[in-house]
């Protein structure tokens, strides 16, 4: 009979998928016994079919088992398949990561599985089971800024799934630059014909529709808080308080600089932006001769490096304009090249077709106001090497540049605004996770996020809803938002040994951490990915989570039977991040990529949360080496953690430090880097750094 409060721990091993042919399972649950005492085993040739599942819940159930390990397949499959409630789960990975990757029957592939599962087992010993998250205070509504396109579209997508939606603009009128065009590319169902601006409809639906406020004419004075409580003070003949659980931050954008463009013609009244001659098309006679020069200011080093993706489309929808209100019209095209995005094909080919139209490539050499016309001299076209063309009007179709985040006023110690990647755009993570800014709870939508059209726009902004929302409801079960979806651990700090080194604040890629004036880190949990990447930066070990933590890593370390140096059986403790270096792992062992049984693998959530105490306890248990394998860094970054390889890196200088306090080889620690696909590298990586610890020889601290 259990007493109150004790654990009783389980182990299931599944013989099938080859594991039973490479590991002797008999062997493998004694070494379990021998390390947990009292531990119950069963074993099954299919652990995940209906019969072997049903063996394992009698096991759970008769047994009173509150801590269980699973030693078959990766825990990347059959997860929803060895979940059970209330029961705290661990994956032992047998199948890709020993038996298809390591030669069966051999003594260091039966070592390499019976340590892999005492790792586990020491882990389940030391963690313990999470409590959910959830602010005192919750909040559903949802804060919009920006009452453009994508602000619209938001705004409204939240209202119809019933949440109630504060939309903030800061002008007197809804619909930015959208609510001043005179008529819209065409759909894709009529590629042939201009839509007329339908803004107005989405302006008054919005207005009309009972779960929306608008704000106009006022600014955000100050956004605190954490996703589910956000504290929103807005200002504009007074100040007012909301509380909402998720921000879309539409703020749009604004024309490239015209000043930088003076050698374009730029100051004369007969040269005008793509948004002038917006305007003027409404209100002005059209003349006899446009030309419109693309690429104004754009994909050139000196201006803007960036296609901004609009522009080409915008250009010859304004030249049908000019087709449309003056028949005898001619209009004249310069072009790099020409960009239609999405699909707007039809559209370009329909307009090319106008022989009214003449389009060229070209390079534009001068543009200089005559008086009565405006000289253009295009050298390298397809008309002649040197073309002089003399217009009524010139046309610049400059890009766009996204407005700025600040306006937010975020009271997060990293800034007031959202982060920003290299051409001034919100970052977010557009491979994996569109709309992600590094704020947590904070979505970017539209032309702030990146280069788009109206259609992208709109569509842009009901994403960036849809995801404010899915945060939203997160929040209330007290789970985390990509990539951990669904984790309810969160970091508890031990704030008795703390000593305001700001590390945490510092190093933490969402602002998860405000801190008092003396540097004393504020958690806002809810804001939190869970990363890790606070544990790897704390010097005094202060952070963990319930099911991740110093111990809990120390205690799989120290479980590892490291043989003397006479054996000749190197130990290499190989950490690898959950996002990239494990999917690539898993990969290797589906092609049956061989790598050397002496390595084990430890998966943390990023390179990042690698403390220094797992090194130093790795290294003084007789480890031989430490690979550290990650996702790439880089501008171009693939961290699902933003900076954690980069911190890794930065932090191998102090590594290097311990190693000669330590009187080791600096080559005893290595990081290195893959992307997921990269399962081949990743097979090559772990066995050249094993010949070289081979070389380099046995840790000197097996001896002691």
């Keep these: 009979m259990m007493e109150a409060g004790e654990i009783h721990m389980a182990l299931a091993?599944?013989?099938?998928?080859?594991?039973?042919?490479?590991?002797?399972?008999?062997?493998?649950?004694?070494?379990?016994?021998?390390?947990?005492?009292?531990?119950?085993?069963?074993?099954?040739?299919?652990?995940?079919?209906?019969?072997?599942?049903?063996?394992?819940?009698?096991?759970?159930?008769?047994?009173?088992?509150d801590r269980l390990a699973v030693a078959a397949c990766s825990p990347r499959v059959?997860?929803?398949?060895?979940?059970?409630?209330?029961?705290?789960?661990?994956?032992?990975?047998?199948?890709?990561?020993?038996?298809?990757?390591?030669?069966?029957?051999?003594?260091?592939?039966?070592?390499?599985?019976?340590?892999?599962?005492?790792?586990?087992?020491?882990?389940?010993?030391?963690?313990?089971?999470?409590?959910?998250?959830?602010?005192?205070?919750?909040?559903?509504?949802?804060?919009?800024?920006g009452g453009g396109i994508a602000?619209?579209?938001?705004?409204?997508?939240?209202?119809?799934?019933?949440?109630?939606?504060?939309?903030?603009?800061?002008?007197?009128?809804?619909?930015?630059?959208?609510?001043?065009?005179?008529?819209?590319?065409?759909?894709?169902?009529?590629?042939?014909?201009?839509?007329?601006?339908?803004?107005?409809?989405?302006?008054?639906?919005?207005?009309?529709?009972?779960?929306?406020?608008?704000?106009?004419?006022?600014?955000?004075?100050?956004?605190?808080?954490?996703?589910?409580?956000?504290?929103?003070?807005?200002?504009?003949?007074?100040?007012?308080?909301?509380?909402?659980?998720?921000?879309?931050?539409?703020?749009?954008?604004?024309?490239?600089?015209?000043?930088k463009l003076a050698p374009l013609g730029y100051g004369s009244e007969r040269v005008k932006t793509l948004e002038e001659f917006e305007q003027f098309v409404q209100k002005e006679q059209i003349p006899d001769r446009i030309l419109f020069i693309l690429c104004a200011g754009s994909r050139d080093e000196n201006h803007l490096a960036y296609c901004s993706s609009y522009c080409c489309s915008a250009a010859l929808k304004q030249a049908l304009y000019v087709r449309e209100l003056n028949p005898h019209a001619e209009v004249y095209i310069i072009y790099r090249d020409i960009r239609t995005t999405g699909f707007q094909e039809e559209f370009y080919k329909m307009v090319q077709a106008d022989d009214a139209i003449l389009m060229t490539k070209g390079v534009i050499e001068s543009v200089s106001d005559q008086g009565d016309a405006v000289k253009v001299i295009v050298s390298e076209s397809l008309l002649d090497d040197r073309v002089c063309i003399n217009a009524d009007l010139v046309v610049l179709a400059t890009g766009m540049v996204p407005n700025t985040t600040s306006d937010l006023q975020l009271q997060y110690r990293l800034g007031k605004g959202l982060p920003e990647i290299e051409y001034d755009f919100s970052d977010s993570h557009f491979i994996c996770f569109p709309y992600e800014t590094r704020r947590t709870g904070i979505f970017a939508a539209g032309t702030v996020r990146a280069p788009m059209d109206m259609e992208l726009s709109r569509e842009d902004g009901a994403g960036a809803m849809m995801k404010a929302i899915q945060c939203i409801e997160s929040v209330k079960r007290g789970e985390a938002v990509h990539p951990r979806a669904g984790d309810i651990s969160w970091p508890e700090l031990y704030m008795e040994r703390c000593t305001d080194c700001k590390r945490c604040t510092e190093e933490c890629p969402f602002g998860s951490y405000d801190e008092t004036e003396k540097g004393t880190p504020l958690p806002n949990p809810a804001r939190c990915r869970r990363?890790?990447?606070?544990?790897?930066?704390?010097?005094?070990?202060?952070?963990?989570f319930a099911d991740f933590n110093i111990n809990s890593v120390s205690a799989m370390i120290k479980a590892v039977h490291v043989p003397d140096e006479f054996e000749e059986k190197p130990r290499i403790l190989v950490f690898v991040c959950e996002n990239d270096a494990y999917p690539a792992l898993d990969t290797a062992g589906i092609n049956r990529l061989q790598y050397s049984p002496f390595v084990r693998i430890i998966p943390v959530r990023c390179l990042g949360s690698i403390n220094k105490v797992w090194i130093s306890d790795a290294l003084s248990h007789g480890y031989d080496g430490i690979l550290q394998i990650g996702c790439k860094p880089g501008d171009d970054y693939q961290c699902h953690f933003i900076h954690g390889s980069e911190l890794t890196e930065q932090r191998g200088v102090n590594l290097k430090e311990t190693l000669e306090t330590m009187m080791?080889?600096?080559?005893?620690?290595?990081?290195?880097?893959?992307?997921i696909t990269e399962h081949r590298e990743i097979q090559e990586i772990i066995?050249?750094?094993?010949e070289e610890m081979e070389l380099i020889g046995p840790n000197p601290f097996k001896s002691m």
């Design 687 to 690: 066995n050249e750094y094993v």
């Design 151 to 259: 602000g619209l579209s938001s705004a409204l997508g939240g209202a119809r799934a019933g949440y109630r939606v504060h939309l903030v603009e800061r002008s007197a009128r809804l619909g930015g630059y959208a609510g001043r065009i005179y008529k819209m590319l065409p759909d894709s169902e009529n590629a042939a014909t201009l839509k007329e601006p339908d803004l107005h409809d989405t302006v008054k639906e919005l207005e009309e529709h009972p779960g929306v406020e608008v704000y106009l004419e006022t600014s955000i004075k100050s956004i605190s808080g954490e996703p589910g409580n956000f504290i929103v003070s807005l200002e504009n003949s007074r100040v007012s308080e909301l509380q909402v659980g998720a921000v879309v931050s539409a703020t749009g954008w604004k024309p490239y600089n015209t000043e």
């Design 531 to 544: 990363c890790g990447i606070c544990i790897g930066s704390c010097p005094e070990r202060v952070i963990g």
């Design 78 to 145: 059959m997860s929803r398949e060895f979940e059970m409630d209330g029961v705290q789960v661990e994956r032992i990975n047998l199948r890709e990561q020993v038996a298809w990757v390591m030669e069966p029957g051999q003594e260091d592939t039966q070592m390499c599985a019976e340590d892999q599962t005492r790792m586990v087992l020491a882990k389940l010993d030391t963690i313990k089971d999470g409590t959910p998250y959830i602010p005192d205070q919750l909040s559903s509504d949802i804060l919009v800024v």
């Design 664 to 675: 080791l080889e600096p080559e005893r620690i290595q990081t290195r880097f893959v992307e």
């Design 13 to 65: 091993v599944c013989s099938g998928c080859d594991i039973g042919q490479a590991i002797d399972i008999d062997k493998l649950t004694d070494a379990a016994s021998e390390a947990k005492e009292g531990l119950s085993c069963i074993k099954h040739n299919t652990l995940c079919s209906e019969a072997g599942l049903a063996e394992l819940k009698r096991l759970v159930l008769e047994k009173g088992v």
